[in-house]
């Protein structure tokens, strides 16, 4: 049997942020192609590019497990460039070790936070994009898009109706991306 430390068992035995996330601003589902288990991880970023919500479920090891929660556990709060830069080294020095064998057990979780960042990043890309065009066709070019997201769009600037403009734009955006999509003029 593998000798896990304290603190990895406390992890495997009550693991910290399991579950989903409603409409998430970044999905990941990963699986290792070692062992054949699978992870899903969901997070939630807010406008200062930081990680407010994460979420994952495994069906993984002991060590998938433990690594997962402690990566969760280290990753909210972060930016998500400081999140990225989190190394399997660090969440294993933080569960006080694991067996170099189960090293790549913390693989996953790692993948699959890169790949939920990625999904987050490609969404609010298309959001940019979707919402600068729909801007542009309803003949409110001269606004700036300050931030988007996979869910919302904000925008700075004088347009003659606002709230219809809000409303207006969130069905367009919803309609071409097929998700929800909430637009805010900030005045
Ligand atoms: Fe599959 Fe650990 S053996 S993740």
């Not at 035995?13 to 990963?30: C, F, L, Q, T, Y």
């Amino acid at each position: 049997m593998w000798k896990y430390s304290e603190q990895l068992m406390d992890h495997f035995m009550n693991p910290r942020n399991v579950g989903v996330i409603e409409n998430p601003d970044g999905h990941a589902e990963v699986g290792s192609p070692i062992c054949g288990d699978a992870m899903t991880l969901d997070i939630e970023v807010d406008d200062q590019d930081r990680i407010s919500e994460i979420r994952f479920r495994t069906f993984g090891c002991a060590g998938a497990i433990a690594s997962a929660s402690a990566l969760t556990e280290m990753a909210r709060g972060k930016s998500l460039d400081e999140a990225l830069a989190i190394k399997n080294r660090a969440i294993a020095d933080y569960l006080g070790g694991m067996p170099e064998e189960k090293y790549h057990c913390s693989v996953m979780g790692h993948e699959a936070l890169h790949a939920a960042v990625a999904d987050f990043r490609k969404k609010s890309a298309e959001v940019a994009e979707a919402a600068t065009r729909a801007a542009a066709d309803a003949g409110a070019a001269g606004l700036t898009l300050r931030l988007s997201r996979p869910g919302k769009a904000v925008f700075a600037g004088d347009v003659a109706d606002p709230g219809a403009f809000e409303k207006g734009l969130s069905a367009a955006l919803t309609a071409t991306l097929g998700r929800p999509v909430a637009v805010e003029l900030e005045r």
